[in-house]
């Protein structure tokens, strides 16, 4: 079944190069280290409401955006993002920028402080005009593990923090993660560059990505850091998350909180209210994460109470169990142009009708881009029409293997998974 057509822009938005939807221009604003002090989502919230039509956007590469912003504003946004210290120099500085960090370093004694590490990549990635000719999708991790590792994300390059000292290299293959070695943590940010300027050197296009390299390719980069890189004597372990939200009590007096807003879309009171939240607990500063979460650091578990609860009053999700953390769901109609479909709505439905205990996952996306999530799910719902095509384990831009109308909606996830099968 053929679904019908989209405009791939093969191009993420940023401050410096906003992309126009269908509710204005969507500004990308890229915190280095995938954190922002409260002064500056204070602010960030403040310049939503000004500047556009004040709904902001975590996006799953740990970033947030701006969305409804006019034109003829847009200066005055970008200058109030630059006084933040938020914007870069030049355009693809910004595009080469894109890294993630493991959102609990520093703050879980199990995951390593890795931000010395990430700065110094971001810094060279800024700085190195060679760079900017990095694919403009081209990514990069750099996780210090513990109980919200970033095994499971995506990205060309990732730096691993083994222990205190030392950092496993490993790229991105169509089989998975492809381990170079270990270098010293003085190195590793020096090592992921190299393989970065490698990659520009022995790519053939501008959009491929290191797992579309053919093998000698390949090669040819491992050849080089052959010299730089050390046998990987200790393995790089997983461990599936036991919860994404919620309080973190790490032991020893280590804390923190985690929350989420559906689908990743926020109005800007409700960040001001759980700033002034923050603020009063004394928080310092908040870290974006790629499952559209924001984790801070608290003193106690009183003070991570008082914020969870501040949190759910205003909206935010608060509770590991919620099945909105299972679900993704794009911006849908009206903000995107690419469908008719209110996804969130179609989302919303799903979640009601949830079954206890399930396990899976869900992506409802308004066109067979998938842009909210690449990885496959349980059912995929993509928009066509005023239709959605069904997939099964599978991602949005997999073939279709039937059609719902959002009313039949009910009757189908009853038959097909067990999800409660209730009418208004």
Known sequence: MKLGAFEIKGWCPGALRPMPSGDGLVVRVRPMLGRLSLSQLIALAEAAE??????????RRA???????????LASLQGAIRSLGLLDADARAESARNIMVSPLSGIEPAAHDVGSVAADLGQSLADDPALWGLPVKFGFIVDGGGSLDLMMERADIRVVAINDRDFAIGLDRKAGIEWLGSVAREAAAETAITIAASFVHVNATATGRMRDLCDEGIAKICSRMKSRISPLLL?????????LAGLFDFGAGHFAVGIAIPFGRVESDQILALAEEMVDASVAEVRLSPWRMLYARVDDMSAGHRILDAAAARGWIVTPDDPLLQIEACPGAPSCTSTSLD?????RQIAAQWPAGFKGTAHVSGCAKGCARSQPSNLVLVGNGDHYGIVRNGTARDKVSGEVSLGDLPAHLHQIYGFRHTYD
Request: charge should be positive; glycine fraction near 8%.
């Open 50 to 59: 000004r500047f556009g039509n004040g709904q902001i956007d975590l996006t």
């Open 63 to 73: 970033n947030l955006q701006i969305r409804g912003v006019d034109e003829a504003k």
């Open 235 to 243: 393995a790089v372990a997983h461990k599936e998350p036991a919860k």
């Open 343 to 347: 996804t969130r709505a179609a989302a």
